[in-house]
C-alpha cells in the first residue's frame, strides 16, 4: 500500500520553530517532485513549497519565502519541512504530496499531484 505519512506537528508559540517530516511506503518517490500544501481553518488548500528530485531545485509560496525550508532524504523516502519564524497564519494542516508526473518541474496546481498524505496539524499561538 502506497503511503504518505506526516509527522512532526503541534503547537509553538509566533516565532518559534518546527520540522515536520514526510515517509514515504509501499514505492520509492525518488525520482519525483515532492512537496507541502497547507489548508488553514476556513481557507483553501494552497501551495507552500515544492523539491525536485535530486533536491537541487525548489519552490516556495511567497508567504514562507525565507522562513520555510524543504529538503529530501532519497536513502530514507523522506521529505521534510523546517519551519522559523512561525506566526498565527501558518496555522493549518500541512500536506505532504508527490507529484508522479514530474522529477523537476514544481507546480502549484493541488491538482497535479497524484498522492496526498493525512496531514499534521501546526498550531501557532501569539
Known amino acids: 500500500q502506497v503511503q504518505l505519512v506526516e509527522s512532526g506537528g503541534g503547537l509553538v508559540q509566533a516565532g518559534g520553530s518546527l520540522r515536520v517530516s514526510c515517509a514515504a511506503s509501499?514505492?520509492?518517490?525518488?525520482?519525483?517532485?515532492m512537496g507541502w500544501f497547507r489548508r488553514a481553518p476556513g481557507k483553501e488548500r494552497e501551495f507552500v513549497a515544492g523539491?525536485?528530485?535530486?533536491?537541487?531545485?525548489?519552490k516556495y509560496s511567497d508567504s514562507v519565502k525565507g522562513r520555510f525550508t524543504i529538503s529530501r532524504d532519497n536513502a530514507k523516502n523522506t521529505v521534510f519541512l523546517q519551519m522559523n519564524s512561525l506566526k498565527p497564519e501558518d496555522t493549518a494542516d500541512y500536506y505532504c504530496?508527490?507529484?508522479?508526473?514530474?522529477?523537476?518541474?514544481?507546480?502549484?496546481?493541488?491538482?497535479?499531484?497524484?498522492?496526498w498524505g493525512q496531514g499534521t496539524q501546526v498550531t501557532v499561538s501569539s
Open positions: 509501499g514505492r520509492t518517490f525518488n525520482n519525483y517532485v
Open positions: 523539491i525536485s528530485w535530486s533536491g537541487g531545485r525548489t
Open positions: 504530496v508527490a507529484d508522479l508526473h514530474s522529477s523537476l518541474i514544481i507546480t502549484t496546481d493541488q491538482y497535479e499531484y497524484d498522492y
